[in-house]
Each structure stands twice: as structure tokens, then as C-alpha cells.
């Protein structure tokens, strides 16, 4: 998700950050450490800081490559 029209620069905030979250399993999203929860997580991060979030992006996906030598 882009947010438009944020900008970072020192006059509005001191911090300026770019979220990543992720999930590869069904199991991981239901032990605590799903999407949600790393969004609340990131989220007072930032908030903590007096910062924003620029941008996130969300990648949902297994770990497991059959292909990898």
C-alpha cells in the first residue's frame, strides 16, 4: 500500500520508515505472528517514535521451494 501525498522531512516527523510484512504458513498466522499482529507490532513501533510509515508491503507466501539446491 503506497500512501500518497506523505512525505518525510524534518519538519513533519524526525523518522520515516517503510514496513515489510510477511507470513509463510497457515500455523505461523495463527501463532501469534500473523499479519495482524506484525502490523500492531510495527505500528507502535513507529508511533513510539513520532514517525510514519511511507509505505508497506505485504507478501504472503510458503518458505518451501522444491526447486532449491
Do not use: P
Request: net charge positive; glycine share 8%.
Amino acid at each position: 500500500m503506497i500512501n500518497e501525498g506523505l512525505r518525510c522531512d524534518r519538519v513533519t516527523t524526525s523518522e520515516c520508515f517503510i514496513a515489510y510484512y510477511r507470513v509463510s504458513t497457515r500455523r505461523q498466522g495463527a501463532s501469534g505472528l500473523g499479519l495482524e499482529a506484525q502490523r500492531a507490532s510495527v505500528q507502535a513501533f513507529v508511533s513510539a517514535r513520532g514517525a510514519k510509515i511511507l509505505e508497506s508491503y505485504t507478501k504472503v507466501e510458503s518458505g518451501r521451494n522444491h526447486h532449491r539446491q
